[in-house]
């Protein structure tokens, strides 16, 4: 039995009609000879309470070259944004699982009663063409790449699928990264962080409950806690920026990736005192730039958002197709058609891939000598950030939206460090962050007020109709009686933030 580390990357294809065009990379132009075409077919097992899936573990069947192959793979902890998981391969006689063949001990207690005690049904198949190479990178690195293009079926559904699969055989992983970039500068890439099983999974409507059990420990050395949780926060970035372009109509998925690039501008100006000055400027630079370019969209799904909320409490169901509502939506369809080819397109997976990279090489000041611990750069920063916000607060003049709305950005910096960070303070932080957010969430309501009475205004003058003057004072004169009150909310939430400040500033 063949066991093995099994470390890659996917790239899916964003337009399958291109593909060929990897062939004709200068990067790889000296591999044009050595691809060699297979057809595979795989099929996925379980039982049907599907212990596999709720455990972690895939079984299938391969068929490749003409010879049958059953894989076993168990899920592991992810180590600088790649899966590790181990891989058990074994022959067999034909396409049905043989349990039997199992030499790994571990293996075997688990699969020991599976076979005479639950039925091993298939739950879904890939078939796909693999065109495949070894390629050697310029670090000695030996890659595998694999251009994947077929459909997963499970019953009468399928899914198509075209991807790039680079597998480390050899060497430095951070070279998988490397490739990867300099080939997503010729062909339009996504970066796909779902397996073919997970997407096979999905399709046949199962839903995994085995989830890795992610160990933060805060006496790693400060640097490697902050690599950790940079690269744990850009797989979520990637992972809500492929959402956003499945489905761009939900609300949710664009503001969900906006706060992911929030978070990881926190940590990187958390991080600040062990980044390269220029190396912090430039990252901050990429991420506020695609935060500039999704704000009207933001900001246009808020207003939506807070029409809608506007129209239930008055139950004004009449207005549900007046004319303001057909002027947002038309507006959101402008503005989504402006952002949405940058994300469609792949217009961000370098930016991704460049930020992977530098984490994984040289991202922090850090020698062999290193030896600040996470827990206590935190503790030291954070009480930094608690003085900082204390400070902007003493100064805030409550009447400016310009001061108010610097405040924000303060305390949602201070929130978000905290969420990321708790774990490595002794003191708990879940009232001080569940303050914060309340307080966030007021600043945020007061300053979209202000925004929105811009924006309507702006919207009202391009109309003829009278009907969206009237629509439109009714929305800011809700928004305005909203923000009195909460304006009288925020100076009791303040003193509150002043009282459990105290466990945490030395």
């Known amino acids: 039995m063949n066991t093995n580390i099994e470390i890659e990357l996917k790239l899916r294809c964003i337009f399958p009609e291109k593909i060929d065009e990897i062939y004709s990379v200068p990067l790889i132009s000296d591999i044009k000879d050595e691809w060699k075409k297979k057809d595979i077919h795989s099929i996925y097992y379980d039982t049907a309470e599907n212990i596999f899936l709720n455990s972690g573990i895939s079984l299938r069947t391969r068929l490749e070259d003409g010879v049958w192959t059953q894989t076993i793979k168990i899920a592991g902890n992810s180590n600088g944004g790649f899966s590790r998981r181990k891989e058990y391969n074994v022959p067999i006689q034909d396409g049905n699982p043989d349990l039997t063949v199992l030499k790994d001990s571990s293996l075997k207690n688990f699969f020991k009663d599976t ?5 091993l049904l298939p739950m879904f198949e890939t078939k796909f063409e693999r065109n495949v190479a070894l390629y050697t990178y310029s670090d000695k690195s030996v890659l595998e790449l694999a251009v994947d293009k077929g459909k997963i079926v499970s019953g009468n559904k399928t899914e198509d699928f075209c991807e790039l699969e680079i597998e480390l055989k050899e060497g430095n992983i951070s070279s998988i990264l490397k490739l990867a970039e300099e ?40 640097e490697e806690g902050l690599q950790n949780e940079l690269t744990e926060k850009l797989q979520n970035l990637i992972l809500y920026h492929n959402r956003f372009v499945e489905n761009p109509e939900n609300f949710d998925n664009l503001h969900d990736f906006r706060v992911s690039l929030r978070k990881i501008r926190t940590i990187l100006k958390f991080g600040k005192p062990l980044i390269e000055k220029e190396d912090l400027r430039h990252w901050l630079e990429q991420f506020d730039q695609i935060t500039e370019l999704t704000n009207p969209l933001r900001e246009t799904d808020v207003l939506i958002e807070d029409w809608k909320s506007f129209l239930a409490i008055t139950k004004r169901d009449d207005l549900k197709n007046s004319i303001l509502t057909k002027k947002l939506l038309e507006e959101r369809q402008h503005k989504l ?11 961000f997976t370098n930016i991704f891939l460049g930020l992977w990279y530098w984490l994984l090489e040289g991202a922090f000041l850090i020698d062999d000598s290193a030896t600040l611990r996470l827990k206590k750069f935190a503790k030291e920063r954070l009480n930094i950030w608690f003085r900082k916000t204390l400070k902007k607060l003493k100064k805030t003049d409550f009447n400016s939206e310009q001061d108010l709305h610097k405040l924000r950005i303060v305390t949602k910096d201070l929130r978000y460090s905290l969420e990321v960070f708790s774990f490595a303070l002794k003191s708990d932080t879940k009232d001080m962050i569940s303050k914060l957010k309340k307080i966030q969430d007021i600043l945020g309501y007061i300053h979209d007020t202000q925004t929105f009475s811009v924006y309507l205004e702006s919207l009202t003058s391009s109309s003829d109709s009278p009907e969206i003057y009237k629509e439109s004072g009714w929305l800011l004169g809700y928004r305005l009686h909203s923000d009195q009150s909460l304006k009288s909310d925020l100076e009791k939430q303040w003193k509150k933030f002043k009282e459990l400040i105290k466990i945490f500033i030395e």
């Open 337 to 347: 058609d402006l952002i949405y080819p940058y994300f469609s397109e792949g217009k």
């Open 115 to 119: 076979k005479s005690k639950f039925e």
């Open 183 to 222: 080939l997503s500068k010729s062909v339009s890439f996504l970066l796909e962080p779902k397996s073919k099983y997970y997407r096979g999974i999905l399709l046949a409507n199962l839903e995994p409950k085995y989830e890795i059990q992610k160990e933060r420990d805060p006496d790693v050395i400060a």
